[in-house]
């Protein structure tokens, strides 16, 4: 028998009318703008207008131990528990709406080495093509605003420099949504002497951008187009910061933007409303969907799914230190998901023999997932509920050695088998999901933050390395020192962190796998993103534009005769 692919399962899936999932969340055609037959735009402004329920929405972060070439499967947990837990509420009569809120893929990872991003098997979002692909437009309005910005910052130089700009001190990059090394460092301006004026410059991916954290941390238009003036694009020959409201951007930008700021709105195979909003990466940027998504999703359904990206070190993290923290969410209670397989390839066993049943390996891999357990629960006071993403090559004793690991914790475990039955396979998981959350109610929340934002950014960094990541320490290079120093004699170091660094490790090496110890968080850079409202902290090898793989995904990508895309994934 052939197993299906998952661009098979979503071609053969039926799909209800933008408006039928618009209704389940009591959304009218007038708050609704349809994009084709089953991609929607929400209107926030009409959503925000209408009474709030007496009845709080729950939160609930989904998020992950970090993630290995044997893959977690995050967004399908995530999708399969919105469906169970829809499915639970029908079947108990309650009434209750269960949302998801993700983000929207970027194209860079779907050409690249990942793939997709939107779940598998039978817990997907759909259309699966449209969501992967350019979907409603938003990542290209994104990323021509961000080029918009330094197309102004160029042309104020070429056209007499008023400002007085240091072309050598331009902090503003360029954006382009996909993997591109060649572009990570170039010169720009060279020609005649019409062609602009000769500097170094470079490309970030769009999701790296600032325009794309502040499109995420924004809470309405008038809140986008603050945030987008305050950005600090460079500084003049005095030393004095240059800002994009300087250069009369923003009202601009905020115009390619304004209707990509609007939620989309699309479903799940099995019906279920999905909210995709912007998609930065958690490895170098904040790692979260919109909070204008989020919102929606807890104005109009009982349950609000959403995810943060790769482990919880980072994705979590940033979610709780940054997302919650400037846009004053409190989440009820985490999903922490797993792979037996991962565990393994944790405690040192080649992908080739995942599927072979090594309790030893398994027992050696466990500490990567007990140390996000204690970050969640003892860091940030967040109730947590393990769910093991199950495998056919799972055995038993496997399975009861991650049980008993987390019973100390007081934590259970839930098996899922949503890549295969969907709803059904994730009940098990949205029951003990909605008994933790009972009791939890009628308690005070113990959700609490890792830090203090007026610290400093050297005890800033080193608590979240120490606290977070189990570091040492942090060394931090001379170059970043002084820039440290100069943004707090501007006065912009009294705001969260926000750390770039590899997602594969909780140290900023790779290959320190498990839950390495007496390791040291090397700091080589930083920058401020004044708009955004968050300083980024660049540690290790990563870089803000990745480069494609050997083979690229994009070599199996292509389209039938019929006009069918196949091979994306």
Not at 139 to 159: E, K, P, R, S
């Amino acid at each position: 028998m052939t197993v299906p692919n998952d661009i098979t399962i979503a071609q053969n899936a039926t799909l209800q009318p933008i408006q039928h999932i618009a209704n389940k969340l009591g959304l009218s055609a007038e708050q609704v703008e349809p994009y084709g037959h089953y991609k929607a735009k929400i209107d926030p402004t009409a959503v925000f207008a209408q009474p709030a329920a007496a009845k709080s929405s729950k939160l609930i972060l989904v998020t992950a131990i970090n993630p290995t070439p044997a893959g977690e499967g995050k967004t399908t947990v995530t999708i399969g528990l919105a469906d169970a837990l829809n499915r639970l509420h029908q079947q108990q009569g309650t009434g209750e709406q269960t949302v998801v809120a993700l983000r929207e893929p970027s194209l860079g990872p779907v050409f690249g080495m990942k793939g997709g991003a939107a779940g598998g098997g039978y817990a997907q979002v759909l259309p699966m093509e449209d969501i992967n692909l350019h979907f409603t437009g938003d990542f290209h309005a994104i990323g021509a605003a961000n080029n918009l910005l330094a197309a102004l910052i160029d042309n104020h130089i070429y056209q007499g420099n008023a400002l007085d700009i240091d072309p050598k001190q331009v902090l503003w990059r360029r954006a382009v949504d996909m993997n591109d090394r060649q572009l990570r460092n170039i010169i720009t301006g060279l020609g005649k002497p019409t062609d602009g004026v000769m500097r170094e410059d470079g490309f970030d991916i769009t999701v790296a951008s600032e325009v794309m954290a502040i499109f995420c941390l924004a809470t309405d238009l008038a809140d986008l187009k603050y945030r987008l003036g305050n950005i600090l694009v460079a500084y003049r020959s005095d030393k004095t910061p240059v800002y994009a409201k300087d250069l009369h951007a923003q009202g601009a930008m905020t115009a390619l933007l304004k209707e990509a700021i609007k939620p989309n709105l699309v479903q799940t195979i099995a019906g279920t409303p999905a909210l995709l909003h912007g998609g930065p990466f958690a490895n170098i940027a904040h790692g979260c969907s919109s909070v204008i998504a989020t919102r929606v999703g807890m104005r109009l359904a009982d349950y609000t799914l959403t995810e943060a990206g790769f482990g919880a070190d980072l994705g979590a993290q940033k979610f709780c230190d940054i997302k919650c923290r400037l846009a004053g969410l409190t989440p009820d209670a985490a999903v922490l998901v797993a792979t037996i397989r991962a565990l393994k390839y944790n405690g040192g066993v080649t992908k080739e023999q995942l599927t072979t049943e090594n309790l030893a390996a398994l027992k050696q891999g466990l500490p990567n997932l007990i140390k996000h357990i204690e970050n969640l629960q003892q860091v940030y006071g967040l109730p947590v509920v393990v769910a093991i993403n199950q495998f056919v090559s799972d055995t038993d004793a496997e399975i009861e050695l991650v049980r008993q690991a987390c019973k100390d914790y007081g934590v259970e475990v839930a098996l899922t088998q949503v890549w295969e039955k969907g709803a059904v396979g994730g009940e098990i998981l949205a029951n003990a999901l909605l008994t933790l959350l009972a009791q939890q109610d009628n308690q005070p929340s113990t959700f609490r933050l890792a830090y203090d934002s007026s610290e400093t950014i050297t005890t800033k960094i080193r608590t979240i390395a120490q606290r977070i990541y189990g570091a040492d320490d942090i060394d931090i290079s001379p170059q970043t020192l002084t820039k440290i120093r100069q943004l707090e004699a501007l006065g912009l170091d009294k705001v969260p962190i926000c750390i770039a660094k590899t997602q594969y490790s909780l140290s900023d090496n790779a290959k320190l796998l498990g839950r390495p110890t007496g390791f040291t968080i090397h700091v080589r850079d930083i920058s401020i993103s004044a708009g955004a409202g968050f300083i980024v902290v660049i540690c290790g090898p990563i870089m803000k534009m990745p480069g494609l793989p050997k083979r690229p995904a994009a070599e199996k990508i292509d389209v039938d005769d019929e006009g069918n895309i196949i091979g994306l994934f």
